[in-house]
């Protein structure tokens, strides 16, 4: 069964960057049927997709994120990453990592959707 | 960036009732790259349907979705106690990937 699994600091200091890990346990990074994805989500508020990366290291960031957004993965390890520069209290949010799949199997069946979702870690922006 | 909008806001049912979520997209959007998913407070979203129409794993058979181009629903046939929460549809197509503001359903 594949386990998505968020780590990083719960705060960090305005005009900081935050940093988040994703360790994917049960299953394998290095597949091209998926791509690799943060979502976050303020207090009471909905969802919002900040970007994807693949196996490959292609990226698609949120355009109103683009320019402070970073990603990674490694393979090796079974993570992938995000990095969010210069934060305001405005990007305090449960920041959650997940897979999104795309593909169509051997026999044709379709499979898509955020379909393995980590916990969600909340991650503070203050002083 | 295609915008999605669901209605209504808010759905109050009781359980046992069937319960109608609309999703509508500013542009036409791919079947197959039409998602629902639902929260519980405190927990992360799970994802129901995909593709507009196939069911994920463990999803139960009340669950069912439809529609095309601009328009899609979320049935739910008979609702259970678990299902009151919050539902979110979101496209997957062209990016930026984007979700509607979600519809709550509260119990009557």
């Known amino acids: 069964q594949v386990q998505l699994q968020e780590s990083g600091p719960g705060l960090v200091r305005p005009s900081e960057t935050l940093s988040l890990t994703c360790t994917v346990s049960?299953?394998?990074?290095?597949?091209?049927?998926?791509?690799w994805t943060w979502i976050r989500q303020p207090p009471g508020k909905e969802l919002e997709w900040i970007g994807s990366i693949n196996d490959s290291g292609d990226t698609s960031y949120s355009p109103s994120l683009n320019s402070r957004v970073t990603m990674s993965v490694d393979t090796s390890k079974h993570q992938f990453s995000l990095k969010v520069n210069s934060v305001t209290a405005a990007d305090t949010a449960v920041y959650y990592c997940a897979r999104l799949a795309g593909y169509f199997d051997t026999n044709g069946h379709y499979y898509g959707g955020l379909d393995h979702w980590g916990q969600g870690t909340l991650v503070t922006v203050s002083s | 960036e295609i915008v999605l909008t669901q209605s209504p806001d808010t759905l109050s049912l009781s359980p046992g009732e069937r319960a109608t979520l609309s999703c509508r997209a500013s542009q036409s959007v791919a079947n197959i790259f039409l998602a629902w998913y639902y929260q519980k407070p405190g927990q992360a979203p799970r994802l129901l349907i995909y593709?507009?129409?196939s069911r994920a794993a463990g999803v139960p058979d009340r669950f069912s979705g439809s529609g095309s181009g601009t328009d899609f629903t979320l049935s739910i046939s008979r609702l259970e106690p678990e299902d009151f929460a919050v539902y979110y549809c979101q496209q997957y197509g062209p990016s930026p990937i984007t979700f509607g503001q979600g519809t709550r359903l509260d119990i009557k």
């Open positions: 049960g299953g394998s990074v290095n597949s091209g049927s998926y791509s």
């Open positions: 593709g507009a129409s």
